[in-house]
Nanobody, 117 residues
Framework: QVQLLESGGGLVQPGGSLRLTCSISGISFNLHAMAWYRQAPGKQRDLIARITNYESTSYAESVEGRFSVSRDSAKKMLYLQMNRLRPEDTAVYYC???????????WGQGTQVTVSS
């Protein structure tokens, strides 16, 4: 059974930091590109950070220089370090796995991040 389980969300003040974690099971981790998406209320779900199976990374312009994505193949974990958080970063954050040879995707259930004073 495939499972992607996010954790680490919460309430943080503007300028603060959070680290999201996604624990992955039931898939061949090294055959998947991993990504973080987010969805704010009333908006579409957007890709914000991606890391390939050979650890090449890319970021949405809105988070470039503030967020950092990483993966640990031994532990089958995905991370998102979020620094200098802004109120507009408030959203539900989702972990995503995309199989590299056929693009089949898996999603986590999401974790809420709220940036507010």
């Amino acid at each position: 059974q495939v499972q992607l389980l996010e954790s680490g969300g919460g309430l943080v003040q503007p300028g603060g930091s959070l680290r999201l974690t996604c624990s992955i099971s039931g898939i061949s981790f090294n055959l998947h590109a991993m990504a973080w998406y987010r969805q704010a209320p009333g908006k579409q779900r957007d890709l914000i950070a991606r890391i390939t199976n050979y650890e090449s990374t890319s970021y949405a312009e809105s988070v470039e220089g503030r967020f950092s994505v990483s993966r640990d193949s031994a532990k089958k974990m995905l991370y998102l370090q979020m620094n200098r958080l802004r109120p507009e970063d408030t959203a539900v954050y989702y972990c995503n796995a995309a199989r590299i040879y056929d693009r089949v995707q898996y999603w986590g259930q999401g974790t809420q991040v709220t940036v507010s004073s």
